[in-house]
């Protein structure tokens, strides 16, 4: 028997994707509005085939359809290749999605019409499911900004502009210590288990994130230019991009900068966290505000295990309003058993990818956990992403 309530935010996870595609100019739906984003009609086929491949193709052992399309969406971040071409139109792709979601829905519904499976206990798969479209909801929410910003609008002015502010530190300790992370069981990606505990120096962590103030001022200080605060990777990723400032940030018609959302510029809020960044940006930030910030020696990236374990200890403040890229790259917790299908784990040690905490603006309650791993490339910016930074311990109160 499936849960009423994992039928419900499957349910609601549905009709949030199929909204924002019924709400998109059918012109756009197939549209590709920056390069590290691929389009809506692929997000929302991607939605469509991950829930045949792992409900009918996994555990009804009915792999026709799921196989019909895996050329098209068999991969967790871009295509390969362009397959927007080879994609129906808007109407058509949010019939499809329709009806496949609506029979996956009944038949989960109404006992006796799914078999016996593990993946079914305790509802396990309608939850993971759920949360596999939480995240592609996201990602249409970035493609919805990208296509924003492409778009005329008038002259819009910066009423009261941005003003840089140097960062200064308002940190926590952690002490030294042996910590738990991960997760002990529940309606939880495969990557957030088997718990461990591990063993931590002191440090000190940002009681909040990194700023737009903050970020400006490293902007404001050629923090682009200046080739020192950039590694390596950073350095070459920078001059290939030739950027200058966060994903979505543009300027107005007098030179004072805004941010781009959905429907249009907004007022960049001076305390509010930074977003659009890449790793490479943060760690390049990190640099700089240890050399240059007041009682910020030594600031680094986090890494994700600090960040667990300030945020268990509720440490730190306005972790869900942009990710926060963390120091170290994905890998799984020792322990790890890879589940039955590959499909069942959204990251991969493979792709070399940097780990995401906390969550943004618009992600469901359901991945608000602190336990919760992101993964993403080095390079990504697209995904409402932010910084928050940690420091040496320095001496603790009773030294």
């Not at 004072?256 to 966290?273: F, R, T, Y």
């Not at 730190?316 to 799984?332: D, K, L, P, T, Y």
Request: proline content about 7%.
């Amino acid at each position: 028997m499936i849960e009423p309530q994992a039928l419900g935010a499957l349910a609601g996870a549905h009709e949030l994707l199929l909204q924002l595609i019924e709400n998109l100019p059918a012109r756009d739906c197939k549209r590709r509005f920056d390069p590290q984003l691929p389009s809506a009609a692929w997000l929302i086929g991607r939605a469509v085939y991950v829930e045949l491949h792992l409900l009918r193709g996994v555990v009804m052992d009915d792999d026709g359809l799921a196989a019909r399309v895996r050329h098209l969406f068999d991969n967790e971040n871009l295509p390969t290749d362009d397959p927007d071409e080879q994609l129906p139109p808007r109407d058509h792709l949010l019939n499809w999605a329709g009806e496949i979601f609506d029979q996956d829905l009944t038949w989960l519904a109404n006992p006796g019409q799914m078999p016996a499976h593990p993946l079914l206990e305790g509802s396990w798969l309608v939850w993971h499911l759920a949360q596999r479209h939480a995240l592609i909801y996201e990602r249409l929410l970035a493609v919805l900004t990208a296509r924003s910003a492409k778009l005329e609008h008038g002259e819009f002015q910066v009423g009261e502009p941005l003003q840089a502010r140097i960062p200064k530190d308002d940190s926590r300790r952690i002490e030294q210590g042996h910590y738990r992370i991960g997760a002990r069981e529940g309606a939880v990606m495969v990557n957030e288990q088997p718990m461990q505990v591990v063993e931590l120096h002191a440090f000190r962590i940002s009681r909040r994130p990194v700023s737009n103030a903050e970020y400006l001022a490293f902007m404001q200080d050629g923090g682009y230019l200046e080739s020192a605060w950039w590694d390596d990777a950073g350095r070459h990723w920078q001059t290939s991009t030739d950027t200058g400032c966060p994903w979505h940030w543009r300027q107005d018609t007098a030179g004072h900068w805004c941010g781009m959302g959905i429907n249009g510029p907004m007022v960049l809020q001076p305390d509010e966290p930074v977003s659009g960044l890449s790793a490479h940006e943060t760690s390049a930030y990190a640099a700089w505000a240890a050399a240059r910030g007041i009682g910020l020696a030594g600031a680094v990236p986090q890494h994700e295990y600090q960040w667990e374990i300030a945020a268990r200890m509720g440490e730190i403040e306005r972790s869900g309003v942009s990710w926060e890229w963390c120091a170290n790259a994905f890998h799984h917790y020792p322990g790890y058993q890879a589940p039955p299908d590959a499909a069942l784990d959204p990251c991969s040690v493979d792709r070399g990818d940097c780990v995401l905490r906390g969550a943004c603006l618009h992600t469901q309650p359901s991945l608000r956990r602190s336990t919760f791993r992101l993964c993403a490339s080095a390079e990504q910016r697209s995904l409402f992403t932010g910084a928050r930074l940690v420091m040496p311990p320095g001496k603790a109160a009773w030294e």
